[in-house]
């Protein structure tokens, strides 16, 4: 069974950094896209990054530009460097995978929940004023 694990998550004042990682157990991981995700209090969840497999990066524009998510099959981890935070970015973040897919992936593909096989528990991201 698949278990994904994130950690990094805490309380930061705005203007700050965090570093999101997500460890991935099982056998697959090189085949699939990976995603964050973030619920806000009262809200939906949302996509907030992706990343393919030939590495190519997708996001939100709520966060493009201040977000940067990587990969590292060898390590099987998924990490989401997160710059000039502000209290709208204070959220539950979840990483998930992907069932197998292409090489390449699209925006709409990586945004869509239902592309997701695999979610991690969350971690709780707060942004202080």
């Known amino acids: 069974q698949v278990q994904l694990v994130e950690s990094g998550g805490g309380l930061v004042q705005a203007g700050g950094s965090l570093r999101l990682s997500c460890a991935a157990s099982?056998?697959?991981?090189?085949?699939?896209?990976l995603g964050w995700f973030r619920q806000a209090p009262g809200k939906e969840r949302e996509f907030v990054a992706g990343?393919?497999?030939?590495?190519?990066?997708f996001y939100a524009d709520s966060v493009k530009g201040r977000f940067t998510i990587s990969r590292d099959n060898a390590k099987k981890t998924v990490s989401l460097q997160m710059n000039s935070l502000n209290i709208d970015d204070t959220a539950v973040y979840y990483c998930?995978?992907?069932?197998?897919?292409?090489?390449?992936?699209?925006?709409?593909?990586?945004?869509?929940?239902?592309?997701?096989?695999?979610w991690g528990q969350g971690t709780q991201v707060t942004v202080s004023s």
């Open positions: 990343i393919d497999r030939s590495g190519g990066t």
């Open positions: 099982g056998r697959t991981f090189s085949d699939r896209a």
């Open positions: 998930a995978k992907t069932r197998r897919v292409a090489f390449f992936a699209t925006y709409h593909y990586l945004a869509a929940q239902e592309s997701y096989e695999s």
